[in-house]
T-cell receptor, first 112, second 115 residues
Framework: RKEVEQDPGPFNVPEGATVAFNCTYS??????FFWYRQDCRKEPKLLMS???SGNEDGRFTAQLNRASQYISLLIRDSKLSDSATYLC?????????????FGTGTRLQVTL | NAGVTQTPKFQVLKTGQSMTLQCAQD?????MSWYRQDPGMGLRLIHYSVGAGITDQGEVPNGYNVSRSTTEDFPLRLLSAAPSQTSVYFCASSYSSTGEGNTIYFGEGSWLTVV
């Protein structure tokens, strides 16, 4: 089992739709969680951190479920500019080393 | 407002050649790292550094060397390029390695092809 798993998609949704991505992680000791956005042939950029209480930033809502070991990202009122790959990132301790593990990403395509 | 500067953006190498990917950051971050990104694999950690003079191996270190003589610079050296090293390479820096609320800043990427 991969340490961080995501559905690769693509998710094709019309403009204005609501879309949700899930990500599961295998290390129960994981301590930090993030969603990054990566545009085609560009570097990843932080979209939002994910906190235990859940957090919202405009049209984006992220939630963490530690018991089931998954995080989610909800995008409301999708825009064409939301088209990108969304990377789930999990941080934690492995032995004595702190480590970030990236999912392979979920591709979103928003269409007219 | 440079952030993380990574060069070159594109490079073609012949098998067996060596080269260095340069990375510099101006945010006074202690933690720097190099990743490679391959289709279907996600970003994989090659080497990382928690401060000047300190480096350690990541998940896929073979065939690569790094050094951290200053806080700002973290070059990645390919010792003898192989076709399996064809990939996109990203340098990254952050205040710490994994902490909650910590933002990782990536360079724009280096597209490397080994023929």
């Amino acid at each position: 089992r991969k340490e961080v798993e995501q559905d690769p998609g693509p998710f094709n949704v019309p403009e204005g739709a609501t879309v949700a991505f899930n990500c599961t992680y295998s290390n129960s000791a994981s301590q930090s969680f993030f969603w990054y956005r990566q545009d085609c042939r560009k570097e990843p950029k932080l979209l939002m951190s994910v906190y235990s209480s859940g957090n919202e930033d405009g049209r984006f809502t992220a939630q963490l479920n530690r018991a089931s070991q998954y995080i989610s990202l909800l995008i409301r009122d999708s825009k064409l500019s939301d088209s990108a790959t969304y990377l789930c990132v999990v941080g934690g301790l492995t032995g004595t080393a702190s480590k970030l593990t990236f999912g392979t990403g979920t591709r979103l395509q928003v269409t007219l | 407002n440079a952030g993380v500067t990574q060069t070159p953006k594109f490079q073609v190498l012949k098998t067996g050649q060596s080269m260095t990917l340069q990375c510099a950051q101006d945010m006074n971050h202690e933690y720097m790292s190099w990743y490679r990104q391959d289709p279907g694999m996600g970003l994989r950690l090659i080497h990382y550094s928690v401060g000047a003079g300190i480096t350690d191996q990541g998940e896929v270190p073979n065939g690569y060397n790094v050094s951290r003589s200053t806080t700002e610079d973290f070059p990645l050296r390919l010792l003898s390029a192989a076709p399996s090293q064809t990939s996109v390479y990203f340098c990254a820096s952050s205040y710490s390695s994994t902490g909650e609320g910590n933002t990782i800043y990536f360079g724009e990427g280096s597209w490397l092809t080994v023929v």
